[in-house]
């Protein structure tokens, strides 16, 4: 799979979310009870969306989104943020001691730090 098909995939279940609701297994809605009696937001729908945000940015900072997101997509988030791969980033593709690309030395060792 690709960045593209990434793409395709977020806007798709983008839209098919509209209008989501979820339901709460036992476990769930006790603790939800609890956190809707403790914190007392304004409107309980703002609980699940923070524990959407918490989910989501100890997915990133794990590294597990990046490695699902590899696994399926061959991706990264930053690839998928910055709309394009990390070797259309640094314009590597094909160039001299990244990749074996044309003309490239045969000891990538002598040019490993060189910028």
Request: aromatic share 10%; hydrophobic share 35%.
């Amino acid at each position: 799979m690709s960045l593209d098909e990434l793409t395709a995939d977020v806007e798709r279940t983008y839209d098919e979310l509209e209008g989501f609701e979820a339901e709460l297994d036992e476990e769930a809605r006790r603790e939800f009870t609890m956190l809707v009696a403790a914190l007392d937001p304004d409107d309980p729908q703002e609980l699940i969306q923070r524990a959407v945000h918490l989910l989501f940015q100890t997915t990133v900072d794990r590294g597990n989104l990046d490695f699902h997101l590899r696994s399926t997509y061959d991706v990264t988030y930053d690839e998928y943020l910055a709309g394009m791969s990390y070797d259309e980033m640094g314009g590597m593709g094909g160039m001299p001691g990244f990749g074996g690309g044309a003309g490239a030395p045969e000891d990538d060792d002598d040019r490993r730090y060189q910028f």
